[in-house]
């Protein structure tokens, strides 16, 4: 089981920067895929981006390339999310998550199956 906490949400004006953190607790954090996800009022949850247990290989949304950039710290058991050029369509509640295998690849960010959750952070962009 992993506990998955996150924080550094807020309010921000358009084409400013927040970073978001992903705090873990329990079993080996270092050997699992970390992702971030959000989702807007009434919108779907969506996927952000993903970064492997090694750092290796990076996924991310297209709306986010070139803005967002994630990032891990496994001595430190979190994750991060640094936003930049923020716009008032990143507002949402954003989500990490882990899979449950160990030292996994994946070809593409659509086939990790995620099995722990965080409980959300808020990010509001105004414009």
């Known amino acids: 089981q992993v506990q998955l906490v996150e924080s550094g949400g807020g309010l921000v004006q358009a084409g400013g920067s927040l970073r978001l953190s992903c705090a873990a607790t329990?079993?080996?954090?270092?050997?699992?895929?970390v992702g971030w996800f959000r989702q807007a009022p009434g919108k779907e949850r969506e996927f952000v981006a993903a970064?492997?247990?090694?750092?290796?290989?990076?996924y991310y949304a297209d709306s986010v390339k070139g803005r967002f950039t994630i990032s891990r710290d496994n001595a430190k058991n979190t994750a991060f999310l640094q936003m930049n050029s923020l716009k008032p369509e990143d507002t949402a509640v954003y989500y990490c998550?882990?899979?449950?295998?160990?030292?996994?690849?994946?070809?593409?960010?659509?086939?990790?199956?995620?099995?722990?959750w965080g409980q959300g952070t808020q990010v509001t962009v105004s414009s």
């Open positions: 998550a882990t899979d449950s295998r160990w030292y996994s690849d994946y070809s593409d960010a659509s086939a990790i199956d995620y099995a722990y």
């Open positions: 329990g079993r080996p954090f270092s050997k699992y895929t």
């Open positions: 970064v492997i247990w090694s750092s290796l290989r990076r």
